[in-house]
């Protein structure tokens, strides 16, 4: 079975720039999330949808990001524009788990796009 | 809200030795526990997780994990160690009921000597 695609795999671009990261889940799975990682705080949770829906964007760092998902089978995390300081590695992440993401279902992880603003 | 510790940012260990990585928790509600492990240039990849029932759990690759209410630990043990385990492992933490997001913690690196 096909995991999670991210795209790209690696991005780097000037700053003022927009990105635009992109991700597929795995088919069937109904909730998605988008996670950024970095040397300094770790894995942190920046939008969750569930059936399509955002649920919860409470980490979104601001709006310079915004996170869509059209339909169940692909999302975009996009930041305009982009600063020095998004640097990082962003992963997506699926689940069967509708409610709560906790639950008895694991996420599965794509391979993560990372991303540097010079 | 729940939060993760992990106690120790490293941990060398030579091969075929057990190994332990320390994982504490708080929160204020009854907890789901997961266990993740990641490769360079990898997504995460899931070892274990706790639900109910057992305390002792045994998940991929060798490894598993006690949960300790009392202690609020789920710490993850191997008897013996390869090569192929260095990787970085990350404790995660999630609320039982209701939508409550899981919370990883900074991670731990796993350095096995040969």
């Known amino acids: 079975d096909a995991g999670v695609i991210q795209s790209p795999r690696h991005e780097v671009t000037e700053m003022g720039q927009e990105v635009t990261l992109r991700c597929k889940p795995i088919?069937?799975?109904?909730?998605l999330f988008w996670y950024r990682q970095t040397m300094m705080r770790g894995l942190e949770l920046l939008i969750y949808?569930?059936?399509?829906?955002?649920?919860?964007d409470s980490g979104m760092p601001e709006d310079r990001f915004s996170a869509k998902m059209p339909n169940a089978s692909f999302s975009t995390l996009k930041i305009q524009p982009s600063e020095p300081r998004d640097s990082a590695v962003y992963f997506c992440?699926?689940?069967?788990?509708?409610?709560?993401?906790?639950?008895?279902?694991?996420?599965?992880f794509g391979d993560g796009t990372r991303l540097s603003i010079l | 809200a729940q939060s993760v510790t992990q106690l120790d940012s490293q941990v060398p260990v030579f091969e075929e030795a057990p190994v332990e990585l320390r994982c504490n928790y708080s929160?204020?509600?009854?907890?789901?526990l997961f266990w993740y492990v990641q490769y360079p240039n990898q997504g995460l990849q899931l070892l274990l997780k706790?639900?109910?029932?057992?305390?002792l759990v045994k998940g991929i690759n060798g490894f598993e994990a006690e949960f300790n209410k009392s202690q609020t630990s789920f710490h993850l043990r191997k008897p013996s160690v390869h090569i192929s385990d260095t990787a970085e492992y990350f404790c995660?933490?999630?609320?039982?009921?209701?939508?409550?997001?899981?919370?990883f913690g900074i991670g731990t690196k796993l350095q096995v000597i040969p």
């Open positions: 088919s069937g799975h109904n909730s």
């Open positions: 929160s204020s509600v009854s907890v789901y």
């Open positions: 995660a933490v999630s609320g039982v009921g209701g939508y409550q997001k899981v919370t």
């Open positions: 949808f569930n059936n399509n829906v955002p649920i919860d």
């Open positions: 706790y639900l109910s029932g057992s305390t």
């Open positions: 992440a699926s689940s069967r788990a509708a409610g709560n993401p906790g639950g008895d279902q694991p996420q599965h």
